[in-house]
């Protein structure tokens, strides 16, 4: 099923956000969000989806059941709403589905609201031991920030992204994400811009909670030197997040053990974040849903990683989104050889190739359009000498590789 019969995708009403509509349909549900296992929060503009992954994999290495909310989906809605460790059937989802539209029939909600409401009254159903909640775009006003008392709160790296709905600055998007902490319950923070970390100091102050930093609280030493299973440099700031978030819950009371950690640490997935495609695509190729500059930044750190072990050209094939960043993202690849620009297949909100193609040469980037990903592949492939190829951009664009590719 590659995505429900309601609410309808960017579905009756747009992005709008705020906590009315869905305060009011949780009441007409009779609150299910009252019915959760302790809850823990993410918000950031990078690095949620991983950080929720090795915080899944220590718990579930614990013997632990989890609900997991993220977004957007890969592959199939489906992804979203993992139930007590297992991806949402067909047929529990378009139940859980019906009956949110039923209760709700009045509030005229966004499709984001309407899945995460699907999504909560899913866990109030299903016994399970913990929930992991991300947040869509925002914190202050999104749909999952209902619940008064996560807890536990995580907050990564923030950056400049969705700035038509979060504010037009770091600062003023710092606080849409920072306003996910709760008083009385502590929030553990990745490393972040002084103007962020300044934001949610302040923030915690605030509301009343205990904040703990990378970097100024906890660092890379607390992995014990287990390598994280998911590649990239950045991805051991994002294990550390974890493992301190779930030392945290584990001062809450629960059992988590030294092994479970190690385990966690070592064995987490997560698609599409510098995933090794290479055995689909033959030579060295990676898959990975970087969109804007602070993601470009990890892609760029990547490859000086991987240089170390083997120095290779880099190419990327890019497909973006109209409203993204794209100079932003472009000027921080200046390590790679060559960029080929295709649209994203089946989006109409996919950028033109040969207009995202003039911004990155305006950074200085050599680059070509492509009519699509196989051409993309072929011309790179044609190119004499050692290569690493990186497919990147959009999720979008690496869900639909995943699908057509690799499922």
Known sequence: MKTPFWPVPFGSKPIDLGLER????????GNPHLKLPPMIHIAGTNGKGSTLAFLRAILEAEGYNCHVYTSPHLVEFNERIVVAG?????????????????LTEQVNLTFFEGTTLAAILAFSKIKADFVLLETGMGGRLDATNIIDEPLLTIITPI?????????DTIEKIAYEKASIMKGNTPCIVAGQVEEVAKVIKNYSEKVGCDV???EKDFDYKILNNSKPALFGKHQY???????????EIKNKGHKISDEAIAKGITSAKWLARLQDVSNIFGGEV??????????????SEFIKEKNNEAVKDSYLIVGMLKNKDAEGFFAN????????????????NSANPEDIKVIAEK?????EASDNLDEALNKINKISGDKRVIICGSLYLAGWVLENYIS
């Open 363 to 367: 950074v200085g980037i050599n680059s």
């Open 237 to 247: 700031m994002n294990a550390a997040v974890a493992v301190r978030s779930a030392l």
């Open 333 to 348: 690849l200046k390590n790679v050889k060559k960029i080929f620009f295709i649209s994203i297949p089946n989006d109409l």
């Open 86 to 102: 297992e991806k949402i059937s067909d047929e529990f989802l378009n139940e859980i589905l019906q009956q949110t539209k039923e």
């Open 286 to 299: 990676y898959l990975d849903g970087s969109h804007n500059p602070q993601g470009a930044e990890t892609i």
């Open 159 to 167: 950056s400049l992204d969705h700035t038509e709905f979060l504010g």
């Open 22 to 29: 869905v305060e009011e349909a949780l009441k007409k549900m």
């Open 212 to 214: 703990y930093f990378f």
